[in-house]
C-alpha cells in the first residue's frame, strides 16, 4: 500500500529558532509536495519537487525551505521559526500528471 | 492563476439522505479536478477525478461527482450517506499544464446524524 510517513507528528518549537520536518515515501513516486493546513484556507501548497536534488517553490514559500536528498526523503525546514507558522503540515506524493495524490498524516506545529 | 470556492462550510445530513457537495472553479484553460476527504485527525485520501471524457465519474464508497464546463463547477453527491462518511471534503483544481500542483477550496465539512 502507498505510504508517506510525516515525523514528527507534532512539535512545539520557539519563535525564532529552526524547524526541520521530515517526509519518508515508499511509493516510488517522482513527486513530492509540502501543503500547509489552516483553518478557513483549505490547504496551501509551499514547495514541492519533481526529481530528486531539485526543489521548487509553491503559493506560499516565504520563510521555508525544503530539501529532497533522495527520491523517498522531502524535508521541510523553517529556518527561524514564527508564530505565523503555526499550522498542520501534510507531505504528499505523486506520480506524474493528473493522477491520485497520496497524503502522509500530517504534522501539528506549533509555534510559541 | 485557479481558484476554487465550495460554498457550503457546513452541512448536516441525516443517515440515508443524499448529499451534494458543491464546488466551483475558475480557470480559463484545461483543468485537472478532484475531491479528497479529510477524517478528523488525519491526512487526506483521494475519492475520485476529472480529466476528460465522461462528465460523470465515480469514486470510492459510493462517491460520484460531475463536471460541467459551462457551469465551472464540480459536484460532488452521494445517494445514501453512512455516518462514516462524517467528514471534511475538498475539492481540488490543477490546470493541466501544472501536473498535480493542486489549489484546494477551504473544505466543507460534512456531519451525518443517525
Known amino acids: 500500500e502507498a505510504a508517506v510517513t510525516q515525523s514528527p507528528r507534532s512539535k512545539v518549537a520557539v519563535t525564532g529558532g529552526k524547524v526541520t520536518l521530515s517526509c519518508h515515501q515508499t511509493n516510488n513516486h517522482d513527486y513530492m509536495y509540502w501543503y500547509r493546513q489552516d483553518t478557513g484556507h483549505g490547504l496551501r501548497l509551499i514547495h514541492y519537487?519533481?526529481?530528486?536534488?531539485?526543489?521548487e517553490k509553491g503559493d506560499i514559500p516565504d520563510g521555508y525551505k525544503a530539501s529532497r536528498p533522495s527520491q523517498e526523503n522531502f524535508s521541510l525546514i523553517l529556518e527561524l521559526a514564527s508564530l505565523s507558522q503555526t499550522a498542520v503540515y501534510f507531505c504528499?506524493?505523486?506520480?506524474?500528471?493528473?493522477?491520485?495524490?497520496?497524503f502522509g498524516k500530517g504534522t501539528r506545529l506549533t509555534v510559541v | 492563476t485557479q481558484t476554487v470556492s465550495q460554498s457550503d462550510a457546513h452541512v448536516t445530513v441525516f443517515e440515508g439522505d443524499s448529499v451534494e457537495l458543491r464546488c466551483n472553479y475558475s480557470?480559463?484553460?484545461?483543468?485537472?479536478l478532484s475531491w479528497y476527504i479529510q477524517h478528523h485527525g488525519h491526512g487526506l485520501q483521494f475519492l475520485l477525478k476529472?480529466?476528460?471524457?465522461?462528465?460523470v465519474v465515480q469514486g470510492v464508497n459510493g462517491f460520484e461527482a460531475e463536471f460541467s464546463k459551462s457551469d465551472s463547477s464540480f459536484h460532488l453527491r452521494k445517494a445514501s450517506v453512512h455516518w462514516s462518511d462524517s467528514a471534511v471534503y475538498f475539492c481540488?483544481?490543477?490546470?493541466?499544464?501544472?501536473?498535480?500542483?493542486?489549489?484546494f477550496g477551504i473544505g466543507t465539512r460534512v456531519l451525518v446524524r443517525p
Open positions: 519537487s519533481y526529481v530528486a536534488d531539485s526543489t
Open positions: 480557470y480559463g484553460g484545461s483543468i485537472y
Open positions: 476529472y480529466y476528460s471524457g465522461n462528465p
Open positions: 481540488a483544481v490543477s490546470p493541466n499544464s501544472a501536473g498535480n500542483k493542486l489549489t
Open positions: 504528499a506524493s505523486s506520480l506524474r500528471g493528473p493522477t491520485e495524490v497520496f
